[in-house]
């Protein structure tokens, strides 16, 4: 594993993508009601792209030969989708939930990654309280960050938390390394042991986005778009993601905007 540190030198532009990666989900926050559909979220996260001086990461993506171009400019997975859910004309009602997936490049070749969770209308207690745990079980995940710690310390909180609540979490999709190319070494996984995998060093630069079931873990492909992913038992799931970069003596979230939903009450700084 060849794991790419990033210097002081890479961190305006760095800075730059994670934040406008974050005003595209600011911009597209009110809008988000029932009766819209997630096709007119995307295309309103395309106008918002260009207007930031920006392109999606996302569009027209294919990691291998057994992937379709993807065809949004973000993903949009609402209730039951894991994720990589593809934007289409059926309108939100009242109730669902929503995860919207924003990667940008900026014209220096930057990449800012980063997803939130949006409750159309009022939710149910059940995926409203989904939707708080999984967004804390992020947290718990971050605040875990600093050199000496390992991804193991990192995914072990996250799962210790999320099973605590009664919740499951995805195994088949992880955090990653991201800079100059969308996806880099280490993976960042939301499960594991204390003091495995490798031990985070200043510089490191990746994202920590947990998936987690209201039921069973298990997922399944849905369909033949060759992207969708949906809970295997047809139980709403939910996702939030920052990315991030290891200090000196902790981390700095690289992804936070005038618009970023507050902090828990256990998270002090989010610069340590």
Not at 147 to 169: R, Y
Request: aromatic share 6%; proline share 7%; glycine share 10%.
């Amino acid at each position: 594993m060849t794991i790419t540190l990033k210097t002081e030198a890479d961190l305006p532009g760095l800075r730059e993508a994670c934040r406008k990666a974050s005003e595209v989900l600011d911009f597209l926050t009110p809008h988000i009601q029932p009766g819209i559909s997630t096709l007119e979220i995307d295309q309103l996260a395309a106008q918002c792209m260009q207007q930031l001086g920006v392109r999606s990461a996302t569009l027209g993506y294919s990691p291998g030969p057994e992937y379709p171009p993807y065809p949004g400019s973000v993903c949009t997975s609402p209730n039951h989708v894991v994720c990589h859910g593809i934007p289409s004309s059926k309108p939100l009602k009242k109730g669902d939930i929503l995860n919207v997936d924003v990667t940008v490049i900026t014209p220096e070749g930057w990449y800012g990654d980063n997803s939130r969770m949006f409750e159309v209308g009022e939710a149910s207690i059940a995926a409203h309280r989904l939707c708080r745990l999984t967004f804390e079980a992020m947290w718990i995940g971050i605040v875990q960050v600093k050199p000496g710690k390992t991804l193991g310390d990192v995914g072990h909180a996250i799962q210790k938390f999320a099973e605590g609540h009664g919740l499951s979490v995805v195994r088949e999709f992880c955090g990653h390394g991201i800079g100059r190319n969308f996806h880099e070494d280490p993976q960042v996984l939301h499960y594991g042991r204390p003091g495995t995998m490798e031990v985070l060093e200043p510089g490191m630069v990746f994202t920590i986005e947990p998936m987690l079931n209201l039921g069973r873990k298990e997922i399944k492909s849905h369909g033949r778009d060759g992207w969708t992913i949906v809970t295997k038992d047809h139980s709403l799931t939910a996702q939030w993601e920052h990315q991030l970069i290891v200090t000196p003596t902790g981390y700095e979230v690289l992804t936070l905007s005038a618009g970023s939903p507050a902090l828990p009450d256990f998270v002090t700084a989010t610069k340590t």
